[in-house]
Structure formats: C-alpha cells, structure tokens
C-alpha cells in the first residue's frame, strides 16, 4: 500500500508523456522509447545512470530524516555547493599537499561545510522559530552566488587562460575510480553505505526512533523525554553532512575541478527522491536510479530527438506532483459539496 | 438471557402517556464486518426524557448519529411523529425538528456567544435582534448568557448553556444530549436538571446519553439499554436501583473494588509539592498559584475539578514537560527535581499517566511494542543499549502488560489507534505500573472507558498505592475521585484547595470548592 503512489505516479507521468511528445509532433512510442528504455541497453548509459543516482541518494537519504523529523530542509543544494566549495579548498589553497590523507581530508571538510550551511536554518528555527523552508531554499542562492564568485574571482585558475574554474585536482585529490575505464567513482560505494546506515539508523536505534516519534506525535515525544531543538539539529547536521559530502564526491569525482556548475540541480532532484522513495532509504536507493534515468534519458531524448534540455525537468516536475497527488488522493477522500437549499426534509412516498 | 428481564408493565411507569415523537425500527448498521447497531427498535415519546444508556462500544454513539443524520443505517427506518422520513444530514434532522448538544462542545473560543450562534443559524439575523432573541431564550429557561461575552472567559457550564440555546433557537421537538453533565459541578448539574424538566413539561422530547446511572434515576422518566449494538433493556429508571441499570448495561455484575486499609500517618513522602506557581504557557491556558500538596506513600490524593482550571499544567510541571523555576516546589522520594527533564525523574522511579492517550500518552502510528519504548526507553529495561533499540525486549514488556491489564487488541503487536480506546487506556496505564514505580501521577485515568476496564484500572492504582507508592490522580469524574482516594483536594482556577480525608467530604462540599469557594477571599461565606 505505501508504494502504491510511487508506482502511479510513474505511470501517470509515462502517460503524460505519451501525450506531451504527441502533442509537440514526436511519434510517442519512439519519445518514450528513447526517453526510458534506450539508456538501459548500454553499458555506458548504465554506468552513468550510477554515476549520477549515487549524489542523489547521498542526498535523498538526509533530507528523509530531515523529513521524518517534520525539518522541512529544501536547501540542500546550497548545502552541496557549501560542502563541495569546503572540499576544494584543500587541493586549491595547498596543491602540492598530496598524500593518502589528502582525499580523506577533502571529503571530511565537505561533509564539515555542508553542516555547518545546514546548522543555520536549524538554529535560527531553534532560536527564533523561523520557517526553515524559506531559510534553507535563500541559503541556496547565497551559495551559489559564493561558489560563482570564488571561480571566478580568489580560486580561478592562474592557467586557465582567463576562464573560470579552479585548477584540475591532482590524482591524490579526486575519487578513485571502482570499474577500470568508466566513471564509476567511490562516491557510489559511499550511497550504498550511506542507504545501509540510514535504515538501520532510522529502523534500530534510539536517535531514529526520536526522529519518527517527534515528527509524527510531537506532544508525545515531548512526553517521553525527547528534546525537539536537539532533533531539529541532528537531522539538518546528518542532511548537510550528505550533501556536502556529495558535493566533494563530485567536484573530485566526475568534474574534477571546482567549476561554476557543479549541479544540474541534484539537491532539488533528492527531494522528488526522497518522496518517491516514502522517506525510506531502501526505497530510496530504487527511486534514486528512476530520477538519474530522467536525467539520462532526458541526455539522450536532446541528442537523439533534437528536444530541449529542459525535457528533463518536465518529467522530474510531474513526478514530484504526481506522487504528491496520489498521496493525497489515497489518504483523504474529495467530496464535492454545494451549499444546500433550505428545504423541508422529504418524507417517504408510499408509507405511512 | 434477560433481555426482556427488565420490561415493566406499561401502566407502573412514570412515562408520559403521549404520542410518539420518533420511532427507530428495525435500525441496523454495519461498518465493514462489525454490526454496531443490531436491530434497534425504540420509542421516544412527546415530552419524556429518555435516557440511552450503554458501555462505551454498546452503538450509542453509532445510533443517535443516525438520528442525527450524519450517518446512514444499513436498513431500518425512522419514523417522525408516525411518518416515515429520510435523515440525509445534519441540516435535515434540524429542519425536522432535532436539536443535538454534543458532548465536546463546537464553539470558537475568540468569537463572543451571538458570534458563534449566528454561524450555526440558516438564515442569517441581523446581530441586534439576534442578540435579543438570546436574551429572551436564554431568560425562559434559566440559561443566563450575556450574548456579548468571549466565549475564552466562559466556564464550562456557561459554554454548553451557549450549546444549549443555540439548539433551543431552532425550536426543537427533540433534544439529543450526549454526556452533557460530564464537565458539570454539581450545581450546575442540577441547574440544567431544572432546564431539561421545563423543556420537558412543554412537551418537547430529551434523548439523554450519560454514563451516570444516579443522574439517569433522578431525571429520566424511561431507558433504553444498549449492549453490543442490541436494546438489551427497556425500564422506568426510577424503578430500579444503580447497580441493576449497570449489571444490564455491562452484562454482568460489577465487581467491587477490593479496597485495603490506607498507608498511616508517618509513612514517607513520595511526592511533594511547595508553592508552585506557573505563569500559563499560553493565552487559554491557566496560571499556578502557590500550590502546595503531599502525597505519602500508600496512598491516593484525588484531584478534583472541573476541566481546564489547571489540570494538564499541574501534570506538565508534574511531569518535567514544563520545568519549575524553582527545583524544590517539586520533590519526588525528597530529592528536589523541579529542574529536572521527564527523562531524570522517571529514572528517579516516578511514572506519569497523561489524560490524553493518543498523540500524549502514545504514538498513534507506532506500534505498542514502540510505544512502551516511548516512556521506558530509559528506566532500567534494558530496552535500549548503546543507543540500539532492542525491539525483543519492548515486545515482551508488551505482552506482559497487555496480559496483565487485559488489553485486548487484534494482533501480537498492533499499531496503537488499532485499539479501542478502553483497551488504549488500560495499555498505558499499565506500562507505567508494570514498571512498579514509588511515584505515579495519572491524569483521567478512566476518561472515556467503559466500567469494565475502568473498574480493572482503578483497582491497579489501588493495588499500586497499598504495595507502598504514592499515587496523585487528576480527575474529573467526581463518582471516581471519591471512590478510590484516601485524601481529596480541588483544584479551581490554578488554586489548590487544602486535601480532605475522603471519608469527611460530600459532593456539595467539593461542588462549592469547584465552583472556586476555595480561593482566597472568593466565596468565603458559601463554605458553610
């Protein structure tokens, strides 16, 4: 029953889509063909549809504690430049710094980064119960307003002719790669984890079970001794951490550089995920590969077909509204009501 | 069995002799597989209180939903003064004729009395003569409102008079009230005896739902019994005696409390409160005065009064949901804890029973293995190590508890709003015992349960208080307060009255204490 929405949704967006390429001219069978299925008949497209899922799910995973805990974090693509930017600093202020530990170090100082961006929405919601929805989505903008500057300005690369970006991460400083030729990084082992770690989290201890307890009775948790200001805190620290550790994992992973795109809008995207996936991590895992096929497909739908690169949004939008819809409609019933006539009531023909 | 066992020869009753005003028939209703009201036939006649009475899960409140429109019966038919009719909603039963004060009133506590009354009304008066149509109402059948007044500065009383004259507005022939005495004092309990005779004697029709068979004696002039969802009984209340109205009702005779002889004199002090004062947390809710109580081991302090007079902040200081500015006006087993969270003093052996079960006492979604990590995540268990639950160990607790307490519930380890709210209630209570605490504070420990389960938990917290704790039960039910406390003190607009052996108090006594006469220079001359 809780996955009914997801797997309607899908459905409701295929066919949405069936009739969007319809309508703009494209025969809709070939459209969904190319869209949805040709990315799974390729090793490179497969590979590509891990490379892109595993920030994704870094990120989905958080946010569903974040979540759970009723933390309405829609920052975290903020919270992934802030983390990705922390990251960088290493391999660009000390580039001769290379050893063993350099890796390690980078990805310690973005998971670091994207707390310390997360920590702001979640202290001022403790401190002066700020709505964290507009806080955490502002904070998105300053950091990517930082993370341009910083690329373009102090962390440009001396030799890059004048473009911007910072200087290629030296091997010690970017993410070994796990399948020879492919760019299948250790980011994706890091999700899997992460997937792991967030069930048992959520499922067995004592901290997960503070989050489900204060999100959906707070006036109980309250009552069995939880702290609310402590729980607003962990979630947005766990949900920051992820991002900005997907951050570095992909500014020294597929793009090797600090540059002033890192994203096409994962922390947006893990959103869609986390819902997709019901705030469950194992779910999560399954809903993150369905966004990275729109990604991909939506590649492969600009390559083959000639659309514009917008398509992917299209289909990311609909699916968000699609199982938010369903959940709607399977939790309540719509009535539609008119306003009565006033009237006697009618008494039964044939008796009495 | 005794269905008919109860039926009495018509002409020994105190029963008007009138027509019919409603007739229920053959009324049957079937949610999914259960049968909540099996074939119900019943006669209200014109100018009697009829009283439904019924266990709670007996269909009473199935039954007089139908009445009122908002539901439909599988099949059986209504009949209004001898006329079949169908009662699509709500604003068809009122057009007919019926008038229904619910039990937990339906009123906007920032808008004035006119305000609220103006939006139930179909056709629209203007405020003035509205206005003065309340006055005129409310004067003709000794409701005193003042049409002007915020409902937030009304009493309890005053709020359901507010109910009360807003059904009266439509001129009803048939009143339905549900538990309408369960939030009174006693004098005003009997104030709205008064009120019911008089609509009575006009001829206009009361179907009276109540819990309290005395009240059903003293008024009511002709019962239905309902018992898994069948009329078990038809009787003349005045005919028969309190514990005969409910062995009918519960299907077999009540078992007494086994009550043993309370703790002495010098026996410890397991809780102690000293000049706690509170400013209220929020806009309706109640400041603390200076309240000062003991409670020794093996014993039970009752808490009386009417709702909302300080109660749930009593409980959240209590509890450590609020904390003391001072550590010492609360002290549980002699250790000052007023600044301690609700996590410290549970684990100082103290347990706290919150009135509301569901989002309070227990998670709703949660399961109950969950739910009694809820409260006992820390309190010796071993339910939790190293920061991992270990569900095996809740899950046991939970069988033991629900053995104990006879908890009945669909599956092993269902969630918790899959009981029902008699067995919810037994379930947390008994967590809390189970855990044998030396202190434990129990908000409405039987509020809205039926006599089964209510006597099953009054004689735990009995047990509890005679192994040698100290137990403080927050209640409003006085018929409770009374039968199972050692001492009793009232609580009355954030004031505690001085507690009194139960054994030298009466009714009016904690009535007038309700009614504030316990407040410092309030009401002083009305204590005698």
């Known amino acids: 029953m809780a996955f009914l929405s997801p797997v309607v949704a899908i459905g409701l967006t295929v066919a949405v889509g069936f009739v969007i390429f319809m309508v703009i001219g494209i025969d809709p069978l070939r459209g969904l063909y190319v869209y949805f299925i040709e990315p799974l008949t390729q090793v490179w497209s497969l590979q590509e549809l891990l490379v892109k899922a595993a920030p994704i799910v870094l990120i989905a995973v958080g946010l569903s504690l974040c979540y759970l805990a009723n933390n309405w974090n829609i920052g975290a693509e903020g919270q992934f430049t802030f983390g990705a930017i922390a990251g960088s600093a290493l391999p660009i202020l000390a580039p001769e710094f290379q050893n063993f530990a350099t890796l390690p170090l980078m990805l310690i100082m973005g998971i670091a980064g994207g707390m310390v961006f997360a920590a702001i929405p979640a202290l001022l919601k403790i401190r002066f119960g700020t709505n964290e929805i507009l806080t955490s989505l502002m904070l998105v903008y300053v950091s990517l307003s930082l993370l341009d500057w910083m690329v373009r300005?102090?962390?440009?690369?001396?030799?890059?002719?004048?473009?911007?970006?910072?200087?290629?991460?030296?091997?010690?400083?970017?993410?070994?790669?796990?399948?020879?030729?492919?760019?299948?990084?250790?980011?994706?082992?890091?999700?899997?984890?992460?997937?792991?770690?967030g069930w048992f989290l959520l499922g067995r201890t004592i901290t997960g079970f503070k989050i489900s307890v204060l999100g959906q009775a707070p006036r109980a948790g309250a009552f069995a001794g939880f702290s609310r200001n402590r729980v607003i805190l962990i979630t947005f620290l766990i949900s920051g951490g992820l991002a900005g550790l997907a951050g570095i994992g992909e500014v020294a992973g597929p793009i090797g550089k600090l540059d002033v795109v890192i994203s096409p809008g994962y922390g947006f995207t893990a959103i869609i995920v986390a819902f997709l996936g019901r705030l469950n991590p194992l779910a999560i895992l399954v809903a993150g590969f369905v966004l990275a096929l729109t990604y991909i497909g939506g590649e492969n739908a600009q390559i083959v077909l000639g659309l514009p690169a917008e398509i992917a949004r299209v289909f990311q939008g609909m699916l968000l509204?699609?199982?938010?819809?369903?959940?709607?409609?399977?939790?309540?019933?719509?009535?539609?009501?008119?306003?009565?006539?006033?009237?006697?009531?009618?008494?039964?023909?044939?008796?009495? | 069995m005794d269905t008919s066992a109860a039926l009495k020869p018509e002409n020994q009753s105190n029963r008007p002799r009138t027509q019919s005003t409603l007739e229920a028939v053959g009324i049957t209703k079937d949610f999914a597989s259960l049968r909540a009201n099996d074939n119900i036939d019943f006669v209200i006649r014109k100018g009697e209180i009829h009283a439904l009475l019924g266990e709670n899960g007996a269909g009473k409140s199935t039954l007089v939903k139908i009445l009122y429109g908002?539901?439909?019966?599988?099949?059986?038919?209504?009949?209004?003064?001898?006329?079949?009719?169908?009662?699509?909603?709500?604003?068809?039963?009122?057009?007919?004729?019926?008038?229904?004060?619910?039990?937990?009133?339906?009123?906007?506590?920032?808008?004035?009395?006119?305000?609220?009354?103006?939006?139930?009304?179909?056709?629209?008066l203007p405020m003035a003569a509205l206005q003065t149509k309340i006055k005129d109402v409310s004067a003709e059948y000794g409701l005193p409102?003042?049409?002007?007044?915020?409902?937030?500065?009304?009493?309890?009383?005053?709020?359901?008079?507010?109910?009360?004259?807003?059904?009266?507005?439509?001129?009803?022939?048939?009143?339905?009230m549900d538990e309408p005495t369960s939030v009174l004092t006693p004098q005003e309990a009997e104030d709205l005896f008064i009120t019911l005779k008089r609509l009575a004697a006009e001829?206009?029709?009361?179907?009276?739902?109540?819990?309290?068979?005395?009240?059903?004696?003293?008024?009511?002039?002709?019962?239905?019994?309902?018992?898994?969802?069948?009329?078990?009984?038809?009787?003349?209340?005045?005919?028969?005696?309190?514990?005969?109205?409910?062995?009918?009702?519960?299907?077999?005779?009540?078992?007494?409390?086994?009550?043993?002889?309370?703790?002495?004199?010098?026996a410890a002090i397991g809780l102690s409160i000293r000049d706690l004062s509170m400013p209220k947390p929020s806009p309706f809710a109640?400041?603390?005065?200076?309240?000062?109580?003991?409670?020794?081991?093996?014993?039970?302090?009752?808490?009386?009064?009417?709702?909302?007079?300080?109660?749930?902040?009593?409980?959240?200081?209590?509890?450590?949901?609020?904390?003391?500015?001072?550590?010492?006006?609360?002290?549980?087993?002699?250790?000052?804890?007023?600044?301690?969270?609700?996590?410290?003093?549970?684990?100082?052996?103290?347990?706290?029973?919150?009135?509301e079960r569901l989002g309070h006492g227990a998670v709703p979604g949660l399961s109950l293995s969950s739910n009694i990590t809820l409260t006992r995540h820390s309190t010796g268990?071993?339910?939790?190590?190293?920061?991992?639950?270990?569900?095996?160990?809740?899950?046991?607790?939970?069988?033991?508890?629900?053995?104990?307490?006879?908890?009945?519930?669909?599956?092993?380890?269902?969630?918790?709003?899959?009981?029902?709210?008699?067995?919810?209630?037994?379930?947390?209570?008994?967590?809390?015992?189970?855990?044998?605490?030396?202190?434990?504070?129990?908000?409405?420990?039987?509020?809205?349960?039926?006599?089964?389960?209510?006597?099953?938990?009054?004689?735990?917290?009995?047990?509890?208080a005679r192994s040698g704790s100290a137990v403080l039960m927050i209640s409003q039910d006085l018929d409770e307060?009374?039968?199972?406390?050692?001492?009793?003190?009232?609580?009355?607009?954030?004031?505690?009255?001085?507690?009194?052996?139960?054994?030298?108090?009466?009714?009016e006594d904690i009535g007038l204490l309700m009614g504030g006469a316990g407040e410092d220079g309030e009401g002083e001359a009305l204590a005698h």
């Not at chain 1, 102090?154 to 030296?170: A, M, N």
């Not at chain 2, 507010?162 to 339905?176: H, K, M």
């Not at chain 2, 050692?486 to 009466?506: F, N, Q, Y």
Request: charge should be negative.
């Open chain 1, 321 to 352: 509204f699609f199982v938010l819809a369903c959940d709607t409609f399977i939790l309540y019933r719509v009535r539609f009501v008119r306003p009565r006539k006033l009237q006697t009531a009618r008494v039964v023909d044939g008796h009495g």
């Open chain 2, 286 to 355: 109640v400041d603390l005065h200076d309240i000062s109580l003991d409670v020794r081991a093996g014993e039970i302090v009752g808490i009386a009064g009417i709702a909302g007079n300080g109660q749930d902040e009593i409980f959240a200081a209590l509890s450590g949901e609020r904390l003391a500015s001072n550590p010492g006006s609360v002290v549980f087993n002699d250790k000052a804890s007023g600044h301690l969270n609700v996590t410290a003093r549970r684990e100082s052996g103290v347990a706290f029973v919150p009135e």
């Open chain 2, 203 to 266: 001829g206009v029709s009361v179907l009276y739902i109540s819990h309290r068979l005395e009240e059903v004696r003293t008024i009511c002039h002709h019962a239905t019994i309902l018992r898994h969802g069948k009329v078990v009984a038809e009787c003349d209340p005045q005919q028969e005696s309190a514990a005969r109205l409910a062995s009918l009702m519960v299907g077999a005779e009540i078992r007494e409390l086994n009550a043993s002889p309370m703790a002495e004199e010098s």
């Open chain 2, 381 to 464: 268990d071993r339910l939790v190590r190293a920061g991992v639950i270990f569900s095996g160990v809740a899950k046991m607790l939970g069988i033991r508890v629900s053995e104990t307490f006879d908890v009945r519930k669909g599956g092993p380890d269902p969630e918790a709003s899959a009981l029902s709210g008699g067995n919810l209630q037994k379930f947390v209570v008994g967590r809390e015992i189970d855990r044998k605490p030396n202190v434990l504070v129990v908000s409405q420990p039987t509020w809205g349960v039926d006599a089964g389960a209510a006597t099953t938990i009054r004689q735990a917290l009995v047990d509890l």
């Open chain 2, 145 to 176: 409102l003042n049409p002007a007044s915020v409902i937030a500065d009304l009493s309890v009383g005053e709020r359901q008079r507010v109910e009360i004259v807003r059904c009266l507005l439509q001129e009803p022939e048939l009143i339905i």
């Open chain 2, 70 to 124: 908002a539901l439909q019966p599988t099949s059986g038919e209504i009949r209004w003064k001898r006329e079949p009719v169908l009662i699509g909603s709500p604003g068809d039963a009122r057009r007919l004729g019926i008038g229904m004060v619910f039990q937990h009133f339906s009123l906007f506590d920032a808008l004035t009395v006119a305000e609220n009354i103006s939006l139930a009304l179909e056709d629209l």
């Open chain 1, 153 to 197: 300005g102090p962390w440009r690369d001396p030799k890059g002719y004048g473009f911007p970006g910072s200087l290629e991460f030296s091997d010690a400083a970017t993410m070994p790669i796990l399948v020879e030729g492919s760019r299948m990084h250790l980011g994706l082992l890091l999700a899997v984890i992460v997937v792991l770690a």
């Open chain 2, 481 to 507: 307060i009374l039968e199972i406390s050692d001492r009793v003190a009232v609580i009355s607009k954030g004031h505690l009255s001085e507690p009194r052996a139960a054994g030298d108090v009466t009714r």
